[in-house]
C-alpha cells in the first residue's frame, strides 16, 4: 500500500488563506483599514481632530480669518457710534439757544467710482478663489499635468491688485480734494469724522493688498496645493470683508451726515 504524505497544518493554512483571497482572477484588493484599502474608513470625518484633511486646515483658517474681522467689524462699530453721538451733541450759547456746530463735509464725486472699483475687485478676487477649487484642474495638478489652478487664478489675482491700487489711489486723490477746499482732519467734527473713517479703512484694504501680493507669490513659490488654495481662500474672504464694510462707511458718509 502506498504512503499517504498529509501536509502539515502550516501548509494547510496557507493555502486556505490564498483561496481565500482569490476571487477566480487573482488577488482581491487589501482590506487593511489602517490604509483605506477596499473603501473601508476613507471618510475625513471618521478621523481625529488634527488628522482629517485638507478640508480641517482651511476651515481652521477660514475660522482664524473670521474671528480676526469680528474685533475689527466692533472697532468701526465704536467708532460709527461715537460718529452720531458727536452728529447729535451740541451746546447752549450765551442766549440760550441751542447749537449744533456739526457741518456735513461734502463727499467727493470720485468715491463713486472707488466704490465701483472696489465692487469690481470683489468680483475679480472671487473668480479666483473659485478657480483655486475646481475639481477637474485640483486633480490635473495632483496627478503631476501642470499647474492649470495657477494659469486660471493669477489673472485675476493680478487683477485684483491693481484695482485695490487703483482704490487707494482713487482715496487719495478725494483726501486732495478736500485739502484744495481746506478741509482737514481738524476742520470740524464732521471732517475729523470723514477721515478717520476713510483713513482706518485705507489701512485696513493696504493690509488686505499686502495678503493678495502673499497670494499671488505664493502661487509661484509653494509646491503645495493645499498651501495655495489657503493663501488665495484667505486674501478673498478678507477682501470681500472691506468692500462689505467700505459700502456700509460709504453709505453713512453720503446719507447719514
Given at each position: 500500500?502506498?504512503?499517504t504524505?498529509?501536509?502539515?497544518?502550516?501548509e494547510?493554512?496557507?493555502?486556505?488563506?490564498?483561496?481565500?483571497?482569490?476571487?477566480?482572477?487573482g488577488?482581491?484588493?487589501p482590506?487593511?483599514?489602517?490604509?483605506?484599502?477596499?473603501?473601508?474608513n476613507?471618510?475625513?470625518?471618521?478621523?481625529?481632530?488634527?488628522?482629517?484633511?485638507?478640508?480641517?486646515?482651511?476651515h481652521?483658517?477660514?475660522?482664524?480669518?473670521?474671528?480676526?474681522?469680528?474685533?475689527?467689524?466692533?472697532?468701526?462699530?465704536?467708532?460709527?457710534?461715537t460718529?452720531?453721538?458727536?452728529q447729535s451733541?451740541?451746546?447752549?450759547?450765551?442766549?440760550?439757544?441751542?447749537?449744533n456746530?456739526?457741518?456735513?463735509?461734502t463727499?467727493p464725486?470720485i468715491l463713486?467710482?472707488?466704490t465701483?472699483?472696489?465692487?469690481?475687485?470683489?468680483?475679480?478676487?472671487?473668480?479666483?478663489?473659485?478657480n483655486?477649487?475646481?475639481?477637474?484642474d485640483?486633480m490635473?495638478?495632483?496627478l503631476g499635468?501642470?499647474?492649470?489652478?495657477?494659469r486660471?487664478?493669477?489673472?485675476w489675482?493680478?487683477?485684483?491688485?491693481?484695482?485695490?491700487?487703483?482704490f487707494?489711489?482713487?482715496?487719495?486723490?478725494?483726501?486732495?480734494?478736500?485739502?484744495?477746499?481746506?478741509i482737514?482732519?481738524k476742520?470740524?467734527?464732521?471732517s475729523?469724522f470723514?477721515?478717520l473713517?476713510?483713513?482706518?479703512?485705507?489701512?485696513?484694504?493696504?493690509?488686505g493688498?499686502?495678503?493678495?501680493?502673499?497670494?499671488?507669490t505664493g502661487l509661484?513659490?509653494?509646491?503645495?496645493?493645499e498651501?495655495?488654495?489657503?493663501?488665495?481662500d484667505?486674501?478673498?474672504w478678507?477682501?470681500?470683508?472691506?468692500?462689505?464694510?467700505?459700502?456700509?462707511l460709504?453709505?453713512?458718509?453720503?446719507?447719514?451726515?
Amino acid at each position: 500500500m502506498p504512503a499517504t504524505i498529509t501536509p502539515n497544518k502550516t501548509e494547510q493554512e496557507r493555502k486556505r488563506r490564498v483561496e481565500d483571497h482569490d476571487n477566480g482572477s487573482g488577488r482581491r484588493p487589501p482590506t487593511d483599514k489602517r490604509t483605506g484599502g477596499g473603501g473601508d474608513n476613507d471618510n475625513w470625518n471618521d478621523r481625529p481632530n488634527g488628522r482629517r484633511g485638507p478640508y480641517e486646515r482651511l476651515h481652521r483658517y477660514r475660522m482664524g480669518i473670521f474671528f480676526a474681522l469680528a474685533s475689527d467689524l466692533m472697532f468701526f462699530v465704536a467708532i460709527v457710534s461715537t460718529f452720531f453721538v458727536n452728529q447729535s451733541t451740541g451746546h447752549f450759547d450765551a442766549y440760550n439757544r441751542y447749537v449744533n456746530e456739526w457741518l456735513p463735509t461734502t463727499i467727493p464725486p470720485i468715491l463713486w467710482l472707488n466704490t465701483a472699483v472696489l465692487l469690481l475687485s470683489s468680483a475679480t478676487i472671487e473668480f479666483a478663489r473659485r478657480n483655486m477649487f475646481r475639481e477637474t484642474d485640483v486633480m490635473d495638478e495632483w496627478l503631476g499635468l501642470g499647474k492649470p489652478i495657477t494659469r486660471r487664478a493669477l489673472p485675476w489675482l493680478s487683477a485684483t491688485i491693481a484695482l485695490g491700487a487703483l482704490f487707494l489711489t482713487g482715496q487719495w486723490i478725494a483726501w486732495r480734494q478736500l485739502a484744495l477746499q481746506h478741509i482737514f482732519f481738524k476742520t470740524n467734527q464732521s471732517s475729523h469724522f470723514f477721515f478717520l473713517i476713510t483713513g482706518v479703512h485705507a489701512i485696513h484694504l493696504f493690509f488686505g493688498i499686502a495678503a493678495l501680493i502673499t497670494a499671488f507669490t505664493g502661487l509661484y513659490v509653494s509646491r503645495q496645493l493645499e498651501t495655495r488654495q489657503i493663501l488665495v481662500d484667505g486674501a478673498a474672504w478678507y477682501w470681500h470683508a472691506m468692500g462689505i464694510l467700505w459700502l456700509f462707511l460709504f453709505t453713512l458718509l453720503v446719507f447719514f451726515q
